[in-house]
């Protein structure tokens, strides 16, 4: 059956390290789950695993790869089967972010977007969602995409390509895993206090210049922090629920923009003016006329 308690259950968290994948596996583990962690991020790993061991809480395996890596995937779940059998929990969370006007993308960024938030997902639910089914004990699969899965954010075309990708692939499987007794959540964040925040590319644009910091310290101004996003996700997953949306402005855009069309594209619209000027600015220097 779709997971009511996380206590006892084997839990994977990809992206551990930091962020919304570090609130939830340390959330996880206070809920006494089990927890199969991992990250690219060695050093930051162990970390964690060191601090939720520390609390008491069960770290059975804090593994460091690259998600991207088919092969390494593989490998980790096959020790994981090996050694502990089947999983009950399986969590997506691990991405990147990368932004920039379609002039200014290089194939590069598209390419790792996706291999990034869609193809490393995709290696992790192919290799542990069939155990899960083999198990017959149930489960829940919860994929982390974003509000960049939901509207179509200025200069988010790498990004908003693999997060919805990671929505459509979530859509299918909610519906193909639910004659296994496998609950499925997707996660579309909104603005979240991050380390994203502070190291987002975004391909064209100078972002240490004091324009691009006052936007950023306006997003962080309303940002809500990752363990509320993180109680927010396991709250959602215990209720089953299919979309979890973590704050007031992502629900509001999701609404608007099935019931106030044209209002969010004037939105989108004016957005997307707003990044452009600054390019042009950027572009003409310092002192240049609007």
């Not at 779940?77 to 990147?96: F, K």
């Not at 974003?146 to 299918?172: D, I």
């Not at 004016?270 to 240049?288: C, E, K």
Request: overall charge positive; aromatic content about 8%.
């Amino acid at each position: 059956m779709p997971i009511t308690s996380l206590r006892e259950s084997k839990c994977l968290v990809t992206g551990a390290a930091s962020g919304i994948g570090r609130a939830v596996a340390i959330a996880a583990a206070a809920e006494g789950a089990a927890l199969f962690l991992t990250d690219i991020d060695a050093g930051a790993l162990q970390g964690v695993a060191d601090q939720i061991r520390a609390s008491g809480g069960d770290v059975r395996i804090a593994q460091a790869f690259d998600i991207t890596d088919v092969a390494a995937v593989e490998r980790f779940a096959c020790d994981v089967h090996e050694a502990h059998g089947s999983l009950d929990v399986v969590m997506n969370i691990a991405g990147i972010a990368i932004w920039g006007s379609i002039s200014a993308l290089g194939d590069e960024h598209w390419r790792r977007c996706i291999d990034v938030n869609l193809m490393g997902p995709i290696h992790v639910l192919r290799c542990f969602v069939p155990p899960m089914i083999e198990a017959k004990r149930g489960g829940h699969v919860v994929n982390v995409s974003s509000a960049a899965g939901l509207f179509g954010l200025p200069w988010h075309a790498a990004y908003s390509a693999s997060k919805f990708g990671l929505r459509g692939l979530s859509e299918v499987l909610r519906f193909d895993l639910r004659r296994y007794r496998i609950g499925v959540t997707l996660v579309c964040p909104g603005a979240v206090d991050t380390g994203l925040v502070r190291t987002v590319q975004i391909v064209g644009i100078d972002t240490t210049t004091p324009e691009v910091m006052n936007l950023r310290g306006r997003f962080q101004k309303h940002a809500i922090s990752p363990d509320k996003a993180a109680r927010q996700i396991l709250k959602g997953m215990l209720r089953n629920r299919y979309l979890v949306l973590t704050s007031f402005d992502v629900w509001l855009g999701y609404w608007g923009q099935r019931l106030f069309a044209w209002p969010y594209e004037l939105v989108m619209r004016f957005m997307n003016d707003q990044l452009y000027a600054i390019a042009r600015r950027q572009r003409r220097g310092p002192g240049s006329a609007p």
